[in-house]
């Protein structure tokens, strides 16, 4: 498969276990730079393991993962979420949040962190949410505001598990055109993703997840059916929506 | 009129001794309330109250040992606070069983063993000290200790309060940072311990827990924000301390019963009349019409 020379992003014949048990092996491949990179898989084919792994959150049993972004420039928004929703916290709090890991926990916002929030918050359309409590914020409003600490993070290498679900249609169009920005910027997005029109509108490279390996294919395969590795994906997936594409 | 005032407010504190826990109460008020806040965000409210009873036979033995000293106490009460931590935190570990259920059976025994430690040496008088208070006893050295200790809680937590606040809101993007969780949540709990340890010379072992987790309750009634929260506990943290204190002089009650009343009165009034999730609060909401601005 043809890869770019450079990638931030690569897998050693990386073996991952969850409890003791091997859930991937023998995962070699590169994430492209600049490129958004959809993760498929049925449930337990180790969608999470593999992103834990990425993060460095799980040591693997064997092989490495080779990541040259530093930690702060790293991030992941997991599906479910740990987020305390009764904190008192508001949306221009949160998404002030991403800029501490890179100027440090001790020195306080100035003037450019606050000017850079409110861009981040225009950009995803809610400037007018920014005093609002993060408990009192729809499904949509939240993912937005966690895309928007990311942003203010200056990802640069991004992980999404499912980022789409239970958002509404407006929302995902807001976070497609911010994720693609991202990724014209030179960001590294992976995003798990269920739904093959999303997928279509989304990826550029697309990793499926079986039996415990990994493949690199591309989005039209998945599509199409010509791989035949996303044949046998779209039967074990079940994916919502396949028959439309 | 006004020498009333004076006579019932200021008087008292031509006295040494009044003075001092007075410049002690309002050290504490400042140290105690913000770790009272996150406690409560973090839904630990009565973790508080637990190592309050885990720090007892630490302070125990220190009494036995060295009398009434309050370094020597304290340092008991630090050490005997982090070892119940710690094995509830390790028993939890080995046996699977949740943090809360080691922590209760812990403190129970904590509670048991430092109040029988306190009869073995001493009079029922001594143990209601330890377990109550004295504002009597706070000389300057115990002012020193805990203004000194006051002050590193203060410090300390400035330093890592923006972690954590994330290490509260959201411990998996702590843990994307590559900082690790476990090591503010142990600082924390550290500094609970410290302050509980500093509290009880003038509020009791059992007492002093109130002047963390009363004035930051009651400011949840008042604030939606953690600035607000904190800001407001604290306030209501040093007012509680100051009038309680002179509660207990005209009324000869010990001092940490007389403090912490105060601040629950403070706590009943709030329940009824606070600006949000109040009694009162939740009929003017009932009340308001569509479209109305929301309340701040």
């Known amino acids: 498969m043809e890869q770019e020379p450079n990638s931030r992003l690569q897998l050693h014949n990386l073996q991952l276990a969850q409890a003791n048990r091997t859930v991937l092996e023998h995962v070699d491949g590169r994430f492209r730079d600049g490129a958004i990179t959809a993760l498929v898989g049925a449930n337990g084919t180790g969608k999470s393991t593999l992103i834990q792994g990425i993060m460095g959150m799980l040591k693997p049993v064997a092989g490495r993962v080779a990541c040259s972004v530093p930690r702060e420039r790293r991030a992941w928004l997991p599906q479910q979420l740990a987020l305390d929703l009764t904190f008192p916290m508001s949306v221009e709090e949160l998404v002030m949040t991403g800029s501490w890991p890179s100027h440090g926990a001790l020195t306080g916002y100035c003037a450019r962190h606050y000017r850079r929030g409110r861009e981040v918050m225009a950009r995803l359309g809610i400037s007018h949410l920014a005093h609002r409590p993060l408990g009192e914020l729809s499904g949509g409003q939240r993912q937005r505001a966690l895309i928007g600490r990311t942003l203010m993070q200056e990802a640069e290498l991004l992980l999404l598990d499912e980022p789409f679900a239970n958002v509404d249609s407006e929302t995902v169009d807001v976070l497609m055109t911010v994720l693609r920005d991202m990724a014209a910027s030179g960001a590294t997005l992976i995003v798990v993703l269920h739904d093959m029109e999303q997928l279509s509108r989304l990826a550029d490279e697309v990793v499926v997840l079986a039996n415990g390996h990994a493949h690199w294919t591309s989005p039209q395969a998945i599509l199409e059916g010509q791989a035949p590795i996303a044949g046998t994906a779209r039967l074990t997936l079940g994916i919502p929506g396949v028959s439309t594409c | ?296």
């Open chain 2, 1 to 296: 009129m006004l020498a009333l005032l004076y006579e019932w407010l200021i008087a008292p504190f031509d006295y040494g001794f009044m003075r001092r826990a007075a410049v002690g109460g309002l050290a504490l008020s400042l140290a105690a309330p913000p770790m009272g806040v996150f406690l409560m965000l973090r839904g630990m409210s009565l973790i508080g109250d637990a190592m309050a009873h885990a720090i007892l036979p630490g302070v125990a033995l220190g009494f036995l040992l060295a009398g009434f000293s309050l370094p020597i106490m304290s340092l008991g009460g630090v050490l005997s606070g982090l070892l119940v931590a710690m094995l509830a935190g390790s028993v939890s570990q080995m046996t699977g069983h949740r943090e809360d259920s080691a922590m209760a059976s812990f403190f129970l025994i904590s509670l048991a063993a430092g109040v029988m430690l306190v009869s073995l040496g001493g009079s029922s008088v001594d143990l209601t000290h330890v377990l109550f208070g004295s504002i009597l006893a706070v000389n300057t050295t115990a002012l020193i200790l805990i203004a000194a200790i006051s002050s590193v809680i203060v410090i300390t937590l400035a330093l890592i309060f923006r972690a954590l606040v994330v290490e509260c809101l959201d411990p998996l993007f702590l843990r994307g940072q590559g900082m690790h969780g476990g090591l503010v949540h142990g600082i924390f709990l550290g500094l609970v311990v410290l302050n509980l340890t500093a509290g009880f010379q003038t509020l009791g072992t059992l007492m002093a827990v109130g002047l963390m987790m009363l004035p930051a309750t009651t400011a949840r009634f008042w604030s939606k924000r953690l600035e607000g929260l904190i800001g407001i506990a604290i306030v209501l943290a040093m007012i509680a301390s100051t009038g309680g204190l002179l509660l207990s002089y005209h009324l000869s009650i010990p001092s940490g019963p007389a403090i912490i009343l105060l601040a629950g009165v403070g706590y009943m009034l709030s329940a009824l009349f606070g600006r949000h999730h109040s009694l009162t609060a939740r009929l003017r909401r009932r009340a308001a019409p569509l479209g109305a601005p929301e309340p701040h």
